[in-house]
Every structure is written in C-alpha cells, then in structure tokens.
C-alpha cells in the first residue's frame, strides 16, 4: 500500500532539516553531493564537493573551492547548475536546480579563509601553486603563497525529492513554499 504525501510545508522543513544536518555533520551522506555544471565546451562535468552551509530561509547552499579550478570558470560562463545528494540511511534523493554565484574576495571569503585555515591540510587545498587540473610539474604539488578559496553560492531554485520505499516511494517537486507531487 502506498504512504501518503506529507504536506508541502513538512517536506520543505525536513528536506532543509536534512541539508543543515549534512553541513554540520561529516557523518551525513548529503555532506558530498555531486555537482554537475555546463563545460565550457558544451559537455557536462559532475564531480563531488562539500555542503558547507545550508539556509533554508534564503534557500541558499553554500561550497568552497579553488577559484582558478575549471568549475568557477564553468559556473560564471553558465551559472545554472545542479547538486545531487543521495543518502541510503534516509533513502531519499534530492536533484537541486539552483543559480550560482562565485566570491573570490570580501568579507565572507576573509571568514571562511580563517576557519579553513585552522586545519593545515585543510588549507593545503586552496594554497597550491599551480590551478588545480594543472599538469604536475617535475617537484610535485609546491605550496604557494596566498590562498585561492572562493566562495560558491547556490542560490536553489527547484529541488525533486524522491523517497524510496517498499511501502511505495514517493516524488515531491519542492519549488517556492509549494510541492508538485510527480510519479515516481
Ligand atoms: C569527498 C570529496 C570531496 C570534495 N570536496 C570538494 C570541495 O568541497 N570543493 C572542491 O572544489 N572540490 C572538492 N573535491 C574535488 C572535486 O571533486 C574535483 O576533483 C575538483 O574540485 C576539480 O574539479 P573541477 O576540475 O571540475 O573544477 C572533492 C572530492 C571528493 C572526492
């Protein structure tokens, strides 16, 4: 027998539940979801990247990178992308279509900086010499002198989330405050 639809505003409130549980918790399965972005070339390039913030209030999801990797070169050229995050714990899939944005400097990326820099190696990641997808040179990866962090912002404009169950899954098209439910 199949389950009900839990009201549009439930589902809003879980799935961002999830998505600021996910930020916080590197346990979470939805830490890590795929991105995938338009190649410059026209071809699709998916790969994946840490939840770093989640705001349901401005529908916002936040991610760092390099600022000289391929995807912010992508991400100005084509800002409209989208995220896929799959837990097995939760068994639900969530596709998000969002707008985003890139910060390579101000405030918010001195903040972040400061805090990603507390760990080493985790500051390694944004320090290299060499734009990541570079060819390696002869010495290796060398550390260069000033980070490259930049600030991803995914402003979300749709997101389709997709329960499995042996009960019947269910599919919810959460846009705005509404949700279309869809077959599964
Ligand atoms: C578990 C995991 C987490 C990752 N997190 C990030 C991340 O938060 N930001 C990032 O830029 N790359 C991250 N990467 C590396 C990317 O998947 C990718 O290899 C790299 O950013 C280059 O992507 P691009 O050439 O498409 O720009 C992560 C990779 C793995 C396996």
Redesign the pocket.
């Known amino acids: 027998m199949s389950q009900p639809p839990p009201t549009d505003q439930a589902i809003h409130v879980r799935v961002w539940q999830e998505l600021q549980r996910a930020s916080q918790d590197r346990d979470h399965e939805w830490r ?1 979801p795929v991105l995938s ?1 338009s190649g410059l070339d026209g071809s699709v ?1 998916s ?4 939840l ?1 913030r989640a705001d349901g209030d401005a529908h916002e999801l936040v ?4 600022s000289r ?4 070169a ?1 991400l100005r050229a084509a800002p409209m992308a989208s995220l896929v995050f799959w837990s097995a714990r939760l068994s639900w899939q969530l596709r998000v279509q969002a707008a985003f944005s890139v910060q390579v400097s101000g405030a918010p990326v001195d903040a972040a900086w400061l805090a990603v820099s507390v760990s080493a190696a985790a500051a390694a ?1 944004y320090l290299g010499a060499e734009a ?2 570079a060819r390696c040179s002869d010495g290796g990866v060398a550390s260069g002198d000033r980070h490259h962090l930049a600030i991803l912002t995914a402003r979300v404009r749709s997101m389709d989330w997709l329960e499995l169950s042996s009960h019947g899954h269910r599919r919810g098209l959460l846009s705005g405050e509404g949700v279309d439910w869809l077959v599964p």
Do not use: A
């Not at 991610?63 to 390099?66: A, I």
């Not at 990797?69 to 912010?72: F, I, M, N, R, Y």
């Open positions: 890590t972005t390039q790969r994946t990247v840490v770093r991610f760092y990178t390099d990797s391929p995807k912010v992508q990641d990541p997808g």
